[in-house]
């Protein structure tokens, strides 16, 4: 067993980032300036997409995009329940209802087909999640939102630097949007971007993003600028600050080394778990993509022992290895199973996967000799409680 604990995602932060946020501490300009501007020029440049948004968070990007969409009461919107909260939680706060489709058994996308099911006179919009940094099979989402006159949302939270067919998620005709939380691939301590093709909704998200306001706050106040403005719609204040974007700004040019370390430690435990029928290993899609291996979630195939995933990962714990729960699906939830009631037998997949899911140690300053203990760890919990 470990000496030491080993958190299932801890941030690669040096010396850079922690140089650039004292420069913009000292620089006394802390809130929304130049820096963000920086940030978002370099996200929209490594991604290839013509507009950007820079917010505070992802979930902040979602509620705006909806906004921004004119989403209303009546509306529907389809979506994965194997995501985080805010991604339906943002449905239901515009105003619209969530509509749950089933995901696929092996890489816990979104299940194309099971969205045509869904789709119905009210529906307006589809929120694919690319799961643990893998992409959804987009091209028939796009013609499905063609036929339909749908929009596509992307919730890229996972899949900063991921590729769908050649082309990174955020440079396809539809709205990404990124989280840069501090487990995600790059962090800005929290934060989000929404990327676009559409200069007219990004313009709409930049007002709503700050209170409505015609110049935001270093136009206004920096030496070149003028403190006049108007107010141009009532907004909110989800805008990221200089001191975040200042780590972005390092984080940025190491996201494809930081990809490839975690495809590596990604690959040390599919080698290591093969032969193990007590895991459900996380498939690879079938078409041309970049896996950005965001998370690394295998299922517990809980039937072959004899605990249940949540002694699983108390019995990982127990040896020094962390891990994490991505998801419990959304139905499985206390609210949501009162408010939008949804048998299990309406999505097998993702019922099956929720009691069985777990994310194993995954982030770029894993050693090999790290991802050896969590091989032992698991082997170790398997040997011991199969059936």
């Keep these: 067993m470990r000496d030491t604990f080993l958190p299932f995602s801890t941030p690669s932060l040096g010396d850079e980032e922690i140089n650039e946020v004292v420069d913009s501490l000292r620089s006394g300009w802390i809130t929304t300036g130049p820096k963000v501007k920086r940030f978002e020029d370099a996200f929209k440049a490594y991604v290839g997409a013509p507009f950007a948004v820079p917010l505070s968070s992802a979930t902040a990007g979602l509620h705006l995009t909806l906004l921004a969409l004119k989403i209303k009461e009546g509306d529907e919107i389809i979506t994965t329940p194997m995501t985080f909260a805010s991604t339906v939680s943002m449905i239901i706060l515009a105003g619209a209802t969530p509509v749950l489709a089933d995901i696929e058994p092996g890489?816990?996308?979104?299940?194309?087909?099971?969205?045509?099911?869904?789709?119905?006179?009210?529906?307006?919009?589809?929120?694919?999640v690319h799961f643990a940094g893998q992409s959804c099979d987009l091209d028939p989402l796009f013609a499905l939102a063609r036929q339909h006159n749908l929009t596509i949302i992307e919730d890229?939270?996972?899949?900063?630097?991921?590729?769908?067919?050649?082309?990174?998620?955020?440079?396809?005709?539809?709205?990404?949007?990124?989280?840069?939380?501090?487990?995600?691939?790059?962090?800005?301590?929290?934060?989000?971007?929404?990327?676009?093709?559409?200069?007219?909704?990004?313009?709409?998200?930049?007002?709503?993003?700050?209170?409505?306001?015609s110049r935001e706050a270093w136009k206004r106040f920096a030496a070149s600028g003028t403190p006049n403005y108007d107010i141009m719609l009532p907004g909110y204040k989800y805008n990221m600050m200089d001191i975040q974007a200042a780590i972005g700004l390092h984080q940025l040019p190491r996201l494809d080394g930081f990809i490839d370390r975690r495809k590596e430690i990604a690959e040390l435990y599919n080698t290591a778990?093969?032969?193990?029928?007590?895991?459900?290993?996380?498939?690879?899609?079938?078409?041309?993509?970049?896996?950005?291996?965001?998370?690394?979630t295998p299922l517990v195939r809980t039937e072959l022992l004899t605990i249940d995933r949540d002694r699983f990962m108390a019995e990982l714990k127990n040896l020094n290895i962390g891990s994490g729960l991505h998801y419990k699906a959304i139905h499985h939830h206390s609210w949501y199973r009162e408010n939008l009631p949804v048998a299990d037998t309406e999505l097998p997949n993702a019922s099956y996967a929720s009691d069985r899911i777990l994310s194993l140690p995954l982030f770029p300053g894993m050693s090999d000799n790290d991802a050896n203990d969590v091989i032992a760890a698991v082997t170790d919990v398997i040997t011991r409680f199969r059936r």
Excluded at 194 to 199: A, P
Excluded at 276 to 296: D, I, M, T
Aim: proline share 5%; glycine share 6%.
């Design 273 to 296: 778990f093969a032969d193990l029928a007590e895991l459900a290993l996380p498939a690879y899609a079938p078409y041309q993509q970049r896996h950005a291996w965001h998370l690394y």
């Design 156 to 213: 890229a939270a996972h899949a900063a630097g991921t590729e769908y067919k050649g082309r990174k998620i955020g440079s396809l005709d539809s709205i990404s949007i990124f989280s840069f939380h501090p487990n995600k691939n790059i962090t800005t301590g929290e934060g989000g971007m929404v990327c676009t093709l559409d200069e007219t909704l990004a313009e709409e998200i930049s007002l709503l993003k700050f209170h409505g306001m």
């Design 107 to 128: 890489t816990l996308n979104i299940d194309v087909a099971k969205v045509a099911e869904k789709i119905t006179p009210a529906t307006r919009a589809v929120i694919p």
